[in-house]
């Protein structure tokens, strides 16, 4: 399928903008579509309907935590419930399970972009990238470089508040009491300014996003016809920023075709200048680890190809494509290139040599005992 051998990186990266719901992502999508199309891969466009405001509502947990922590001080039950309510507000939405307070910020619209390789082949590969840009919020990059996981920190921080509350509920109180409450709730207050600068941000060109679209688009090529034993499924979501809501939705929409025992999932994550690196474990807050015979696939594949030093595995502190595929217990992994600038043709190059191999590896170990479809 040579006219998927065209990368069209400069055509994403031209469309500057891509955040979720945004005229600029739905444009990136049919120009996805249109080049899967015109390439002998049928795509489709695929609605969605998300609530992508995670700052606003994490500034709520995070506000409503301070109250509770406040009003503590004289009424400890009652600011107990109040942090209780932040702490378990802000898991759920972090992990994923629950957007709550998410829903009354508004609604937007979104897409994924699907081609899938109809055959009778007893497994399913499906091959995953974002195409939309992350807000580019200089505060909360800040927070993440300072805090490493940002939402870990508030997590944590609720749950030491939550523990001093307990201890005042027991008429435990003091000097010592008092610090340990005060740090972290100062903490959250800092964090306020982040997560609200996160929704007044926009979105740059994300060149390193951009070559993770392609290099999927790339792989829908390399792949047609060379697996035996798996069906490539090329899966392009929207709204991945954040929370990769695009996947959740195209999981949702898939869950009675996609057999755990018969379908694994090789995410693209961003592409830089740097080695080929996977994921050991993926997920906010409490990341999940990948699969067992995925990462140790990725692994033989950098060590045959003496790429051991450079190539390494690594830990994805945030919702990805990936991590939401665990969620549902699919085998799934990451693949991505390492390093601070976006990577060029050479960095996709390398990408999709590795993942081509890969998904070689695991058609050969694994796809000759999946069970037949009935």
Known sequence: M?????????????????????????????????????????????????HPRFGLAHAAHATLAVVGSVVAVTAP????????????????????YL????????????????????????????????????RESGALALATRLLRDPYLAMALSMLVILVCCALRLAEIDGTAVTVAQFLPTVLLILLLPALVDVELSGAGSDAAGAAAAATAVRMAGDLEGRLDHFAVW???????????????????????????????????GPVGDGAVHWSRREGAIAPQRSHGDLVRLSREVAEDAGDSDGARGYVAREVTNASRAMARRLPAITVATAGASPGGPEAIERLAGFVGELAGRLDAEVGPSLPDRD
């Open 99 to 134: 957007h709550l307070l998410r829903r009354p910020l508004g609604t937007r619209a979104s897409q994924n972009v699907e081609a899938r390789e109809e055959s009778d082949k007893p497994g399913v590969l499906v091959i995953a990238a974002a195409y939309d840009s992350p």
């Open 77 to 96: 039950a009652p600011g107990a419930a109040l942090v209780l309510a932040a702490a378990l507000l802000t898991l759920l939405d972090g992990l994923g």
């Open 2 to 50: 040579p006219g998927l051998s065209r990368i069209p990186t400069d055509e994403l990266t031209a469309i500057a903008g891509r955040c979720v719901g945004t005229d600029a992502e739905r444009r990136a999508a049919v120009a996805l579509r249109a080049r899967l199309d015109t390439s002998g891969r049928p795509a489709e466009l695929q609605a969605l309907r998300v």
């Open 234 to 268: 090329v899966v392009l979501t929207g709204a991945n920023q954040p929370s990769a809501l695009g996947m959740r939705a195209w999981l949702r929409r898939h869950r009675n075709e996609l057999d755990r025992e018969r379908t694994a999932v090789i995410a693209i």
